[in-house]
């Protein structure tokens, strides 16, 4: 269940040099420099995401724009030796879910169990568009 981690070349050879198997998982050292570079990541899209909503503040767009971002599944970092996204371990099924709107409590972290399939009605709900009951056939 690697497969995709295993895909990208870099990943690939390292993975390959540390003799890394489901029986046999990468060094400490492999696995840190994996973990940096995802951690890396996840901070500069941060960083970004915190330019776009300082740039709608000082156009003084805040008080209507509603801003959601969300992946669409975690990210296993050597956890249970796994390495991809395609599980049902928590690492998996955790997503990022970040919401910016007028009616929002700012600087707030929830816990909450969320759904996916909530985004589209809860966008709709905060930009005073009808929710709908169901989804469309077509």
Excluded at 61 to 76: A, I, Y
Excluded at 101 to 110: F, L, N, Y
Aim: charged letters at 20%; a negative charge.
């Amino acid at each position: 269940s690697c497969g995709e981690f295993l895909s990208y070349n870099d990943s690939h050879e390292e993975a390959k040099q540390d003799h890394f198997s489901q029986d046999h998982p990468m060094s400490d050292i492999v696995t840190k420099t994996h973990r940096r570079a995802y951690y890396a990541t996840t901070s500069f899209v941060d960083a970004q995401v915190g330019r776009v909503l300082e740039a709608l503040d000082s156009m003084g767009l805040t008080n209507n724009t509603v801003v959601m971002l969300w992946g669409d599944h975690g990210w296993h970092l050597g956890e249970n030796n796994e390495w991809a996204k395609h599980t049902n371990f928590e690492h998996a099924t955790h997503v990022p879910l970040i919401v910016s709107s007028p009616e929002g409590q700012h600087g707030t972290v929830s816990q909450a169990l969320t759904e996916l399939v909530d985004v589209y009605p809860t966008l709709a709900d905060l930009a005073g568009l009808p929710v709908p009951t169901e989804c469309p056939v077509d």
